[in-house]
């Protein structure tokens, strides 16, 4: 394997600091404990706040850790996270 094909799959599993909008991580719990985060319940999930989650992990009972993706017109992370917080399935982000 090549050095530049190595970086290239890096850089494309890492997203980037200096793109516009906000790519963060973000832990969330769920006001349902029985909720398990699959892709329909995220795919509806971004629908309505406009928030990309790719889940990363489970940290805890209800406690999950997600890559949170907003739009490239975000200004930073704040709307994001506060679109997030709105939506009545999310205890807290």
């Known amino acids: ?28 719990a769920f006001t349902d404990e029985a909720i398990h985060p699959d892709d329909v319940f995220l795919a509806d999930l971004g629908k309505a706040t406009g928030v990309r989650l790719s889940l990363v992990r489970l940290l805890g009972r209800n406690q999950f850790l997600f890559w949170a993706s907003g739009s490239p017109n975000d200004a930073g992370c704040q709307p994001v996270l506060a679109r997030l917080r709105h939506d009545p399935r999310i205890r807290s982000a």
């Open 1 to 28: 394997m090549s050095g530049s094909f190595a970086a290239d799959a890096y850089a494309a599993e890492v997203p980037s600091p200096y793109t516009a909008g906000c790519d963060t991580r973000v832990i969330v």
